[in-house]
């Protein structure tokens, strides 16, 4: 293990962060993303410092296959975006380059400063920026080149034992970022790690702050939850720490029911987190389609005069199951066409008609016979 050194304001070197040679932190060169080994190199290249960084760093060590990566550097957007032909820059706030290799998108971010606190935009240093990042085991910073990692908020250690800790203070961390606190339960579902106790009381404490985040927030986070392959447990972490309630309240009433229909939802829940982790499947209307069937089997017992009233009333139930987050619409109606069953056309009660009584052939006969009759007396007299 080495440490690197930065200087301090009298000049003197002041130790910054622990680095890990490959020997100690085990992660192979050849498991890696080739596209995304390459754009840290061509940054390295055009003088900039680049590291991968988060959950691909996690997911490494964890012996995962990493399913996207996340890149910083010290190059602004701009310069990223004139080093690397294929990319643009988004977001307004927090401007960051998606730079493009094949179908695949890699995010590359500037380090940031803490300067304004940990959701400040300034741009900053990347001892900084690991003082930004929410727990320990993110703010690890991969060096491909060198196959080492450079570690300032002793994330390795926690890693090691097994443990979430965060690096920004309990009193700040989920105050300013209250989605922080399903990140929190997240990685401890994924890895298997245990929240530190203050870190569980926290959470308790804050909970209710879930609240004030953002509906286009809380839809980013389902909608990894339930392509994550661990949907089910991590609700059901979420229900235990009273967090359900403000990202998917549908879920949390079953939960509280504890019932027949809390049960089928837990089943299609682990049905569809099995799918995910045999194929791997990330097409949303495919996995809306485990979690929809159970307020469509509902919705076919609201009485409907017809199959577009049916539908109807299955489509609404799926999109109020769902509230506050909003999916795509076209997602959420494959879903529901999906588990949609059609009902059977009700049978009209026929009135029985009142026919008119027709003579009979020997009545008609005879009733002609003295008409005949009449005629020709009328006839005689004249």
Same mark, same amino acid.
């Given at each position: 293990?080495?440490?690197?050194?930065?200087?301090?304001?009298?000049?003197?070197?002041?130790?910054?962060?622990?680095?890990?040679?490959?020997?100690?932190?085990?992660?192979?060169?050849?498991?890696?993303?080739?596209?995304?080994?390459?754009?840290?190199?061509?940054?390295?290249?055009?003088?900039?410092?680049?590291? *991968?960084? $988060?959950?691909?760093? &996690?997911?490494?060590?964890?012996?995962?296959? /990493? !399913?996207? +990566?996340?890149?910083? #550097?010290?190059?602004?957007?701009?310069?990223?975006?004139?080093?690397?032909?294929?990319?643009? *820059?988004? $977001?307004?706030?927090? &401007?960051?380059?998606?730079?493009?290799?094949? /179908? !695949?998108? +890699?995010?590359?971010? #500037?380090?940031?400063?803490?300067?304004?606190?940990?959701?400040?935009?300034?741009?900053?240093? *990347?001892?900084?920026?690991?003082? &930004?990042?929410?727990?320990?085991?993110?703010?690890?910073?991969?060096?491909?080149?060198?196959?080492?990692?450079?570690?300032?908020?002793?994330?390795?250690?926690?890693?090691?034992?097994?443990?979430?800790?965060?690096?920004?203070?309990?009193?700040?961390?989920?105050?300013?970022?209250?989605?922080?606190?399903?990140?929190?339960?997240?990685?401890?579902?994924?890895?298997?790690?245990?929240?530190?106790?203050?870190?569980?009381?926290?959470?308790?404490?804050?909970?209710?702050?879930?609240?004030?985040?953002?509906?286009?927030?809380?839809?980013?986070?389902?909608?990894?939850?339930?392509?994550?392959?661990?949907?089910?447990?991590?609700?059901?972490?979420?229900?235990?720490?009273?967090?359900?309630?403000?990202?998917?309240?549908?879920?949390?009433?079953?939960?509280?029911?504890?019932?027949?229909?809390?049960?089928?939802?837990?089943?299609?829940?682990?049905?569809?987190?099995?799918?995910?982790?045999?194929?791997?499947?990330?097409?949303?209307?495919?996995?809306?389609?485990f979690i929809l069937s159970v307020p469509v089997e509902e919705a076919a017992e609201i009485p409907a005069v017809d199959t577009a009233e049916a539908y109807h009333n299955a489509l609404q139930a799926s999109r109020d199951f769902l509230l506050p987050v909003t999916l795509p619409r076209i997602d959420v109606e494959k879903a529901v066409r999906a588990n949609f069953i059609a009902p059977?056309?009700?049978?009209?009660?026929?009135?029985?008609?009142?026919?008119?009584?027709?003579?009979?052939?020997?009545?008609?006969?005879?009733?002609?016979?003295?008409?005949?009759?009449?005629?020709?007396?009328?006839?005689?007299?004249?």
């Open positions: 293990m080495l440490t690197r050194y930065h200087k301090g304001p009298d000049g003197k070197p002041v130790k910054k962060a622990l680095v890990y040679t490959a020997q100690e932190h085990g992660i192979q060169v050849r498991d890696l993303d080739q596209d995304a080994v390459r754009i840290v190199k061509r940054l390295r290249d055009n003088g900039h410092d680049a590291y *991968i960084v $988060g959950g691909a760093v &996690r997911d490494l060590l964890l012996s995962k296959r /990493p !399913k996207d +990566y996340d890149i910083v #550097t010290d190059a602004q957007p701009a310069r990223i975006k004139k080093i690397f032909y294929r990319s643009r *820059i988004i $977001g307004r706030r927090f &401007r960051l380059v998606h730079v493009y290799a094949g /179908p !695949k998108i +890699y995010e590359v971010s #500037t380090f940031r400063s803490i300067a304004s606190g940990t959701i400040g935009n300034e741009y900053g240093t *990347i001892d900084d920026d690991a003082k &930004r990042r929410d727990f320990s085991i993110n703010a690890l910073y991969y060096d491909p080149v060198g196959n080492t990692i450079v570690d300032y908020v002793h994330g390795m250690k926690d890693f090691k034992a097994q443990r979430i800790v965060p690096v920004i203070p309990l009193k700040t961390i989920f105050k300013e970022d209250p989605v922080r606190m399903l990140r929190a339960i997240k990685y401890s579902v994924g890895t298997g790690f245990a929240m530190v106790l203050p870190v569980r009381m926290a959470i308790r404490k804050h909970a209710s702050l879930l609240t004030t985040a953002s509906t286009s927030r809380l839809g980013e986070e389902a909608m990894k939850i339930i392509s994550g392959g661990r949907c089910l447990p991590i609700c059901r972490e979420l229900f235990k720490y009273k967090l359900l309630d403000a990202i998917l309240p549908s879920f949390a009433n079953l939960f509280r029911r504890n019932d027949e229909v809390c049960n089928k939802l837990e089943s299609r829940l682990l049905e569809m987190d099995e799918h995910v982790h045999r194929t791997a499947e990330k097409t949303l209307s495919i996995l809306l389609t059977e056309p009700k049978s009209k009660v026929r009135k029985p008609r009142k026919r008119r009584r027709r003579p009979r052939r020997s009545e008609s006969s005879a009733g002609e016979a003295q008409n005949g009759a009449a005629s020709d007396a009328s006839s005689l007299d004249t």
